[in-house]
């Protein structure tokens, strides 16, 4: 590999010196370092390239410097170039971003060697229907389709389905829809299960259900999910990776299906997915 993209988090302190950082590193290992303008700005060996013309300009990855949010962004801001990701930490948690300030160095020289593996993260297509027959879509989204009551402290009332066949109704305050990458984020908070990244399976979590006995779903990523307001006084929305929204009434549909397009997402040689939850959530602590 020799020439890669960069996506760096302004709003982490210590972006500039880790942008500087990388940059020096990648230089003294012959790659081509492409980046948009306030980054370049930051480092001459910087090239400056929009994100849009990362692949057009010979970008065969793209570095994304920040925290597992950082990479949900970068996802979507690299929609239709394929263009497998390393995240390199510089946020607190960091599951999709799993490389730490002293491993970037050898993690450039992965990749420079071509000594990385490629993980194709399934995302999850987004699609609103209203009763009048509108359709409106949202971004794919890499971690997870939530449904819920928006800025309200009122619960709703959602109707659960698994392929046309009708699941529940459910009082509560929202449904997560998560994929395996996102099983690890707001669905985990809601108290879902962990799925390893190569899991063929998607999570259904309740947010704050008005009942002990409802618990989160595994269903294959084959399911076609919908989810159906049928009671509700208040605003609801539908987002994608807790970022584009859209409203929702009583009697709209929300479709949920495995996009066909996964997210390229790098492994270095090594990796082990429980190495980062024994790092990251003390597994095995006392």
Not at 14 to 36: I, N, P, R, W, Y
Not at 161 to 188: M, N, Q, R, W
Request: hydrophobic fraction near 45%; include cysteine.
């Amino acid at each position: 590999m020799k020439t890669i993209g960069l996506i760096a988090n302004f709003k982490k302190d210590q972006a500039a010196e880790a942008v500087k950082h990388v940059a020096s590193l990648a230089a003294g290992m012959g790659f081509t370092v492409l980046s948009d303008a306030r980054t370049a700005s930051l480092c001459p060996m910087i090239r400056a390239c929009e994100v849009p013309s990362f692949c057009a300009m010979g970008a065969e990855s793209v570095v994304v410097l920040g925290g597992d949010g950082t990479m949900l962004d970068a996802s979507h801001q690299l929609v239709g170039q394929h263009l497998p990701m390393m995240g390199l930490n510089i946020g607190s948690l960091g599951y999709l971003t799993s490389v730490e300030e002293w491993q970037f160095g050898e993690a450039l020289q992965q990749l420079r060697e071509d000594r990385y593996a490629v993980s194709r993260r399934s995302a999850l297509a987004i699609t609103i229907r209203s009763p009048q027959g509108g359709c409106a879509t949202l971004p794919d989204a890499l971690n997870d389709v939530v449904v819920n009551h928006g800025a309200s402290a009122h619960a709703v009332e959602l109707a659960l389905l698994l392929d046309e066949k009708p699941v529940a109704t459910f009082i509560c305050d929202g449904i997560i829809v998560a994929t395996p990458t996102g099983s690890t984020a707001y669905s985990l908070s809601a108290g879902g299960p962990i799925l390893l990244p190569d899991a063929r399976a998607l999570v259904i979590s309740l947010i704050c259900p008005h009942s002990l006995t409802s618990r989160p779903l595994v269903v294959p990523d084959t399911a076609r999910i919908a989810i159906r307001p049928t009671v509700c006084d208040v605003p609801m929305i539908v987002s994608s990776d807790g970022r584009d929204e859209q409203p929702l009434s009583v009697g709209d549909r929300v479709d949920i299906v495995r996009s066909p397009h996964d997210v390229p997402v790098i492994e270095l040689h090594g990796y082990n997915p429980c190495d980062v939850l024994r790092r990251k959530l003390r597994w095995g602590g006392r």
